[in-house]
């Protein structure tokens, strides 16, 4: 079966970017947000397996969309996705709740690896 994930970006090409990396494997894109708020409505909506989520977004931030998707569900496997530089922001992230992080500019192989770890766990 098909690990379900759910793409938080607000950048389109990046979030164009991890679904081609999904695609040739056993991972199902069910939907993509482009902000914060969105990420919350859709994670709701869709209950994904897995949430890849930028930490700089419009509205709210990644790590305050990981603070009330684990109040929501609190099994929640969410990998962060942060740029070079941002690694206060990424342990702020993983104690909010997020359970993995992947460092833009990422390799496929790597975000496979990490988001396989996390669907696993």
Do not use: H
């Not at 939907?31 to 209950?47: D, F, H, R």
């Not at 700089?56 to 099994?75: H, N, Q, W």
């Not at 342990?91 to 359970?99: D, F, L, V, Y």
């Amino acid at each position: 079966m098909a690990i379900r994930v759910l793409i938080a970006d607000d950048a389109l090409f990046m979030r164009n970017m991890i679904k081609e990396v999904f695609a040739s494997q056993e991972f199902q894109v069910i939907g993509e947000a482009a902000n914060g708020v969105e990420a919350i409505e859709k994670y709701k909506q869709l209950k994904p397996d897995i949430t890849t989520m930028d930490i700089v977004m419009p509205l709210k931030s990644g790590i305050e969309a990981v603070r009330e998707i684990i109040k929501f569900d609190r099994l929640a496997r969410i990998v962060m996705c942060s740029a070079l530089g941002q690694e206060s922001l990424v342990m702020e992230a993983i104690e909010a709740g997020a359970r993995d992080y992947i460092v833009k500019p990422f390799k496929p192989e790597k975000v496979l690896e990490v988001v396989k770890k996390v669907a696993s766990s």
